[in-house]
């Protein structure tokens, strides 16, 4: 388990000259006590030491690192509640970007997606049109998914058609909606600059369809991945993208399209490595083959037509 603690301490650092001021009179001994604990990661004496602070002066901090001490013992119900209590010392204005904070914090422990979902739930409570709490709500169902199905607690995932299908529709439901409201987001941007607005010229965030395109294999729907890797790849390509993009049109049987992906993939290879120019456009030149495609472009055009991308 990742545990919350170089995030944790950042967050002790800004905070502890301003804390100590704003409880000159209230000890503080306890909380001191339980943040030593904490950096032992001896979570449930930290748990203890910072109840007996909150019991005798409350304060931000202490509800929070009592939070993140929850937090990484996976007791949801309790965390939850004290970033409840936390967020109640946080002036209004500031609320939806300390939740997203709190959020990111807690989703990259990579195991306690339930509590980060939840608060980034709260973040788009405050402000609807967040699109990356959104996405990473989409993400955060997918991945507890496959942390359930990768410590083997429940295999709900897998036998349950119904439980499957709604899982998925409410995953990508979250992804459509991020997609949609960073579209109109950069779109109201590009818009103050020129009339002739695009998806690629509105810096929009290729990642959301290719995590989106990623979700989709995961259930099956290799049609609907491969037309979100596609989009992906239109507004910034990538070579991993054009990888992933190549299998999956051969799967679908577009042997000329998945050709085409391949050849794109190759021409992504850095050409400080010459050696792996020509292994990486034999092996491309191999797929399309294998397929009973004769590959359509030149080492030298594949070069020129990367050229032209980076420009």
């Given amino acids: 388990m990742k545990l919350i603690n170089k995030r944790f301490l950042i967050l002790v650092g800004i905070c502890c000259c301003t804390l100590l001021q704003a409880t000159a009179q209230c000890d503080s001994g306890n909380f001191r006590q339980g943040v030593t604990y904490y950096q032992q990661n001896q979570f449930r004496q930290a748990i203890e030491a910072y109840s007996r602070q909150i019991k005798a ?41 300390t939740y997203l904070t709190w959020s990111d914090i807690v989703f990259n422990t990579r195991s306690h997606y339930d509590i980060a979902f939840e608060l980034y ?18 993400r955060c169902k997918w991945l507890q998914r496959l942390h359930v199905l990768q410590e083997n607690r429940v295999d709900d995932y897998k036998t349950d058609p119904v439980l499957n299908a709604g899982l998925k529709d409410e995953i990508l439901r979250y992804f459509a909606k991020a997609i949609y409201l960073d579209s109109v987001k950069n779109f109201e941007e590009y818009k103050q600059q020129t009339e002739l607005a695009s ?39 990538t070579i991993a993208n054009y990888r992933i993009a190549a299998y999956l049109a051969k799967a679908l049987g577009e042997k ?48 020129k037509e990367l050229e032209d991308i980076n420009h």
């Fill in 57 to 97: 002066c409350p304060f931000k901090n202490v509800y929070l690192d009592r939070a993140f001490s929850y937090t990484n013992l996976g007791i949801a119900d309790s965390a939850l509640s004290d970033y409840n209590s936390a967020i109640q010392f946080v002036p209004d204005s500031n609320k939806p970007s």
């Fill in 199 to 237: 998806i690629r010229n509105m810096n929009t965030n290729y990642s959301f369809y290719a995590d989106r395109a990623i979700v989709e294999m995961d259930f099956d729907d290799l049609a609907g991945a491969l037309k979100d890797m596609e989009t992906a790849n239109w507004i910034h390509p």
């Fill in 121 to 138: 739930k709260k973040t788009v409570a405050l402000v609807p049109d967040a699109s990356i709490a959104w996405y990473r709500m989409a």
């Fill in 256 to 303: 000329d399209k998945a050709c085409t992906y391949i050849q794109k993939w190759a021409m992504f290879i850095d050409p400080r490595h010459p050696e792996e120019i020509e292994k990486t456009r034999e092996e491309a030149n191999k797929f399309c083959n294998d397929l009973g495609v004769t590959p359509k472009k030149t080492a030298e055009e594949m070069s």
